[in-house]
């Protein structure tokens, strides 16, 4: 395998594949990356068994010769070390030539290294092929269903299915859910084309995903009962799903409220942060709503270990009968952001029940959280 390439382009692929790349793999071969020149260009692949990314560069980008003097053949080397002498480089063209089998030279005329590199009959078998249901969305629209849905999905192995974000698509709708049994996050997405399944696909690799994806690209979506693969800007990623029965979220949304609080993100984002600098564990930073038409609107907290605080939220309104309702503003925080409006609505329907947080003028978009217990 030979081959002169771009620098930036070469760059660009080792980068978006280490995603799928961990270092310190329990299987020494994943820690490579696998580089192959075939008719299409370089296949650049990472894989970790669980995520695949291959990113193909290509011969010639427009008019621009971005591979040349290239003989095809296929290698393994140090995903880490390969990625880190690219982007120290500072010639605009790299050589990239396999020795023998065992070594590779990596030059831009300047500087030459000779990395150490493995058979590529040791890597594991890739399937990239473009089968099952499948529609094409916008980046814009995916990466909004990724980043108001992944977040509220649980980060424990315990119950695995809520480690993902449930993909439902039928009557021109993809539908994103994610829960990690004290909130809940929902997104609908029009399609403009049929398709139909129930699938889920892991939090954290649907994350990778969104941070790839441009907003003016097409995502092609693949979806079979073992995998659900994207194809986006000579990018592919194919991730594996998770198996299991979601849990069904139809009675966790009210169907009504009794109390409606609208509030200034910023503001409420600002006071929430202020008065829970007082609590004592970060990972259930509990704060109290205290409203009524009347008196107005209040978040506080109180610790017998640092003392208490108190703030008045004087641009929010408020409409029903005085009601107090303590929560975890670490999910309420991560809620009105998701909302990405300036301006959000909270229905409530009592002080133990779950809440809702909104977007006023986004009706694909909601947001539950559960009330903590105080006392």
């Not at 990472?46 to 621009?64: A, T």
């Not at 030539?97 to 500087?111: C, F, Y």
């Not at 990239?128 to 269903?145: M, P, Q, R, Y």
């Not at 003016?216 to 009962?225: G, L, P, R």
Request: with cysteine; charged share 25%; aromatic share 6%.
């Amino acid at each position: 395998m030979k081959l002169t390439i771009n620098r930036e382009q070469l760059l660009y692929g080792l980068t978006t594949v280490a995603r799928a790349i961990n270092d310190k793999h329990p299987i020494p071969v994943l820690r490579n990356v696998k580089l192959e020149v075939n008719e299409r260009g370089l296949s650049v692949i990472g894989s970790n068994n669980e995520l695949i990314i291959e990113h193909v560069v290509p011969f010639k980008i427009d008019s621009q010769v971005v591979i040349r003097n290239s003989q095809e053949g296929v290698t393994l080397v140090s995903s880490r070390l390969l990625t880190d002498i690219v982007r120290k480089l500072e010639g605009r063209d790299v050589t990239i030539e396999v020795i023998d089998s065992t070594l590779v030279q990596v030059d831009d005329g300047r500087s030459n290294f000779r990395l150490n590199s493995i058979n590529p009959e040791d890597y594991p078998d890739v399937d990239l092929e473009k089968i099952g249901e499948s529609f094409v969305i916008t980046g814009g629209d995916f990466a909004n269903l990724v980043d108001q849905t992944a977040f509220a999905a649980s980060t424990r192995e315990v119950r695995p299915t809520l480690t993902a974000v449930n993909l439902t698509a039928r009557d021109n709708e993809l539908v994103g859910i994610a829960t990690d049994s004290f909130r809940m996050a929902k997104k609908v997405v029009k399609l403009q084309e049929s398709a139909e399944f129930k699938v889920n696909v892991p939090a954290k690799i649907l994350t990778e995903i969104a941070r790839l994806v441009q907003d003016e690209q097409e995502v092609e979506i693949h979806v079979t009962d073992k995998k659900a693969l994207f194809y986006f800007n000579a990018t592919t990623v194919s991730s594996r799903l998770i198996s299991g029965e979601y849990p069904s979220i139809e009675n966790i949304i009210p169907d009504h409220y009794d109390y409606f609080l609208e509030a200034n993100a910023d503001e409420l984002l600002r006071a929430m942060d202020r008065v829970s600098l007082l609590t004592t564990n970060e990972r259930e930073s509990v704060v109290k709503l205290t409203m009524s038409e009347e008196g107005g609107v209040q978040l506080s907290t109180r610790s017998l270990q640092t003392g208490s605080a108190i703030e008045s939220l004087n641009t929010c309104q408020f409409t029903g009968e005085r009601l107090e309702i303590s929560f975890n503003s670490n999910f309420v925080s991560a809620a009105v952001r998701a909302c990405k409006s300036q301006d959000v609505i909270i229905g409530f329907v009592g002080e133990m029940k779950p809440f809702s947080v909104r977007n006023v003028a986004d009706n694909t978009h909601i947001q539950i959280v559960t009330p903590v217990r105080t006392y």
